[in-house]
């Protein structure tokens, strides 16, 4: 499949789960989360989901709990609302990228080190 296929086909994964988790997910544990990337394998058998979530990392482990345990239903979504060859298993995992990005700033705000 083609990288622009394949790009789609993420994205409109992403687009259905975003929906599906902010709409249709009573689940407590499942704090503001927001799904920043999935990546999709060639065959369409497996989807990493990328998600951050805002809060400490007890609310993180909290929040990728509830999500694992509401996979067969976003996956039902997935399904329902995407014409695909096959329905990709979910798999999420806490995206480090923003984390990251907000320690460069912070670093970056601090300026040079004045040490010796």
Request: charged share 30%; no cysteine.
């Amino acid at each position: 499949m083609g990288d622009g296929r394949m790009r789609r086909v993420d994205e409109a994964v992403r687009a259905v789960l975003s929906d599906a988790i902010t709409k249709d997910l009573k689940d407590p544990r499942i704090g503001f989360v927001t799904v920043t990337a999935v990546k999709t394998s060639p065959d369409l058998r497996h989807a990493r989901v990328y998600v951050s979530v805002l809060g400490d990392e007890q609310l993180r482990t909290e929040t990728l709990d509830g999500l694992k345990s509401a996979h067969g239903f976003l996956q039902g979504r997935v399904a329902a609302e995407l014409s695909l060859k096959h329905t990709p298993m979910l798999t999420f995992e806490y995206d480090q990228s923003i984390d990251r990005g907000m320690r460069i700033s912070r670093l970056i705000d601090q300026g040079p080190s004045t040490d010796g």
